[in-house]
């Protein structure tokens, strides 16, 4: 799908391009990026490239244009990960800048053009519109990184009276994406350095909206290697809290094998086919089911007493 807007905050959208217009690209057909490469020059090389998932951020010049990768975060449902970080291409001309991703997103919210002129001046040129965009997708990196905080205190609850390794997996897939996050904003603050740092950059860059866009990522950075460092000794704790249950289930089984076998053992030696001094009485049945009670429950007491049960 390809949509054009007459500025980078999305308020108007127009059917063909005109100069300084900002044109989003979502999950490209092969005729879209056809005419990407037809009518915009885009190189389809540099198309193939952020359509691909695993596609690290980069950032290239050229005498005619800029291209920027970054990854952003994004959440995912169908494959068992909550979150997960794919690639967001940004195609710098004189003429125009493009936006290519391969799925909707929170960082191009086109229905929601207010996040890019809150705090700062209208955003008029490509380079702090591309600045807003790391500065956005730090921002939802830290959002997520909190969603990720509360589904793992939920694990936790669980796996505290846990037997099984279903919880476990479960943290092994907020570990994983704490992964996926912590790579991805470390790529993202090299092409930040490179973007403040690059000469060949002769546009006036908002150092207010730049120094921003640094303390989300680092912020998003350092918050996610916290989750992970806990959430990777927690791991190792909660395995031994589930054997410990799965060792104390076991325990309780045991004790009660032993309290139904004195049951079973007096029941076995007068069920026996062979003379005993009880097999005239008339009380002798009942006699015999009293005293397995009374001994079974003798058992319970003494287990009780020696904190076993």
Not at 164 to 192: D, Q
Not at 207 to 221: G, S, T, Y
Request: proline share 5%; net charge negative; hydrophobic share 45%.
């Amino acid at each position: 799908m390809i949509r054009i807007f007459k500025t980078f905050g999305g308020y108007l959208e127009i059917a063909e391009p005109q100069q300084g217009c900002w044109i989003n690209v979502i999950k490209p057909t092969p005729k879209e990026i056809e005419r990407l490469s037809s009518e915009f020059n885009l190189p389809s090389d540099l198309v193939t490239d952020v359509l691909d998932v695993d596609e690290r951020p980069r950032i290239e010049f050229e005498d005619e244009w800029t291209y920027i990768i970054l990854r952003i975060p994004v959440e995912v449902l169908n494959n068992g990960l909550p979150f997960h970080t794919i690639p967001l291409g940004i195609f710098i001309t004189d003429k125009f800048t493009l936006t290519i991703c391969i799925q909707e997103n929170e960082v191009l919210p086109t229905g929601q053009p207010l996040p890019f002129r809150e705090q700062y001046r209208q955003i008029t040129d490509s380079l702090n519109f591309s600045l807003r965009l790391f500065m956005r997708s730090g921002t939802l990196y830290l959002r997520y990184l909190k969603q990720i905080n509360q589904m793992t205190s939920l694990i936790e609850q669980d796996l505290e009276k846990s037997i099984k390794n279903k919880e476990l997996n479960k943290l092994l897939k907020m570990e994983k994406c704490l992964v996926y996050f912590i790579t991805s904003i470390k790529a993202n603050e090299i092409v930040l350095a490179k973007l403040r740092n690059s000469k060949k950059i002769t546009t006036e860059i908002n150092e207010d909206l730049l120094e921003d866009a640094f303390i989300e990522n680092k912020q998003a950075l350092e918050m996610a290697q916290i989750y992970s460092d806990i959430q990777s000794g927690m791991m190792d704790a909660f395995a031994s809290v589930i054997s410990n249950n799965l060792n104390v289930v076991m325990k309780k089984l045991t004790l009660i094998s032993i309290i139904l076998m004195i049951p079973t053992l007096i029941a076995s030696i007068f069920g026996m086919n062979v003379p005993n001094f009880m097999e005239d009485w008339t009380w002798a049945l009942p006699s015999i089911i009293a005293g397995s009670v009374l001994l079974s429950v003798l058992g319970v007491i003494w287990f009780k007493k020696q904190e076993w049960i």
